[in-house]
Each structure stands twice: as C-alpha cells, then as structure tokens.
C-alpha cells in the first residue's frame, strides 16, 4: 500500500485535519477549504462575522446552501394554500417556478434542532458581514456530504411546506440544484448544547 501526502492544490501546504476524524474538510492556512471527495476539493465558502464576537461560548456551525431552481407542478392543500416556498421563490416564469437558496445544516444535529435552523435559515436568509477567518472561534465539523446535503434539502422544502397554514396533501415538483457552498454562521452554544444564532 502506498501513502500519498495531502497537499493543498492552491499553496501546496501538506493538509491535516485539524478536527474530529469525522470532518470532511481540510482549513488550509492559506485560506482556502478543501473537501475530500476522495481527493481534496476546493469550496467555495464564507464566513459570517459574529454580532458579539468576545463570547467564550461561540461556535461556528457550517451550512451548505444549496441553490436551486424550484417549480411546483401540482399541489393541494386542505384549509390553506402553497404558502411558505410560494413567497421564497423569485424571478422565475411559472406560477411557482424560481429560484430559492435552501439552507442545510452541514454538521449532525439532533433532528429537531436540525428541522428548526434549516426552515428559519431557509425562510429568512442571515444578513451579515464577511470575516476573513474564523478568529480563534471554533466550529463544529462539517459531517454532512455535498450529495447528502442535495437529499436533505428535497426535506426541508416538505418540512418547510408541510407547516400551517392548511394541510399539504399532495405536492409535485421539481429541484433542480445550481451550485453549492458552505457558510459558516456564528452561534452562541450553552452548557446544555443549545444554539443561539449570534447575527
């Protein structure tokens, strides 16, 4: 068996992860971030600063954002209409036909926690100044693959929808994904693991 080192395709710098076996990216000191796919990738990504930066408890979550056409074919809805994904899409030539950026938590979460961040993300996308680094904050591993964030964000378009007002039925669409990259929001972590949004 032969071993190969690791290197950055941007600076040539041997790559190590830093965090927990379980994270796919590499943070090379050079700036850029690379995902094994099995070889290093690199991401496009940004970094949001954090409203309150001097907290001990800070923690930076990854988020893929996935870009994607959305047309909605055929739906029904007992007691209410398309309501939710209706008023996210934009610029698109259909009825319900457009554009949508579809936040996924790029790191494991417990499924509510998971369900709560991807719908208020998706439903209203964070405002926020760029960092250039992540200033000595650290961030959860990103544990959550570009393919498997592709499937998720199929979820959390039906989790989104299937809230009031009125009852989803039925609903055909299609998801057509344009691009993908990470973002990494701020959050405020307590003693019991719960996460604040720090914007």
Not at 78 to 106: C, F, M, W
Not at 129 to 138: N, P, V
């Amino acid at each position: 068996m032969k071993l190969t080192r690791v290197e950055c395709p941007s600076c040539g710098q041997p790559l190590v992860s830093k965090q927990r076996e379980e994270d796919l990216l590499f943070v090379c000191d050079c700036g850029t971030i690379h995902m094994r796919d099995p070889k290093p990738k690199e991401m496009e990504y940004q970094i949001a600063r954090p409203r309150d930066a001097r907290r001990p408890d800070n923690v930076y979550v990854p988020f893929w954002r996935v870009s994607a056409h959305v047309a909605i074919m055929d739906t029904e809805v007992v007691g209410g209409y398309i309501h939710k994904l209706a008023t996210l899409i934009e610029g698109g030539g259909g009825r319900y036909s457009g554009n949508v950026d579809i936040y996924v938590p790029a790191t494991k979460l417990p499924a509510e926690e998971f369900r709560k961040w991807a719908t208020a993300l998706t439903n209203n996308p964070p405002h926020y100044a760029e960092s250039k680094d992540f200033g000595g904050i650290s961030r959860m591993p990103c544990n959550i693959s570009e393919k498997e964030a592709e499937e998720l964000a199929d979820f959390v378009i039906l989790t989104n929808e299937a809230e009031k007002p009125g009852t989803l039925q039925y609903i055909r669409y299609t998801m057509t994904v344009n691009n993908k990259s990470l973002i990494f929001v701020p959050f405020i972590r307590d003693t019991l693991a719960r996460l604040y949004i720090n914007l």
